[in-house]
Nanobody, 124 residues
């Protein structure tokens, strides 16, 4: 079982950047597919990005493609989300989670080990 804790959120102006971190505990972290989701007030939790463990393949929501980048450091048991060119509509609580084997990449129901989330606020 992987347990996760997000950090790195904050308040930033539109056009700025933030890097989120997701620290994992558990010996199986390096063999887990990982994902980032976000949830704005009154809205559902939406897929942001995912990273495969075997080939390092990355997937992104269309809304963040070209602006966000997901990466991992297995030696540090950490997954990152680099967010550039931030927009006010990126404002949300960001969560990381570990995907179940063969689960849907973009469906939050395929993920577990959710952390407490980290707030990202982008001002216009």
């Amino acid at each position: 079982q992987v347990q996760l804790a997000e950090s790195g959120g904050g308040l930033v102006q539109a056009g700025g950047s933030l890097r989120l971190s997701c620290a994992a505990s558990g010996r199986t972290f390096s063999s887990r597919n990982m994902g980032w989701f976000r949830q704005a007030p009154g809205k559902e939790r939406d897929f942001v990005a995912a990273l495969g463990w075997s080939d390092g393949s990355a997937y992104y929501a269309d809304t963040v493609k070209g602006r966000f980048a997901i990466s991992r450091d297995n030696a540090k048991n950490t997954v990152y989300l680099q967010m550039n060119s931030l927009k006010p509509e990126d404002t949300a609580v960001y969560y990381c989670a570990a995907r179940q084997p063969f689960g849907s990449i973009t469906n939050s129901a395929s993920y577990s080990g959710w952390g407490q989330g980290t707030q990202v606020t982008v001002s216009s």
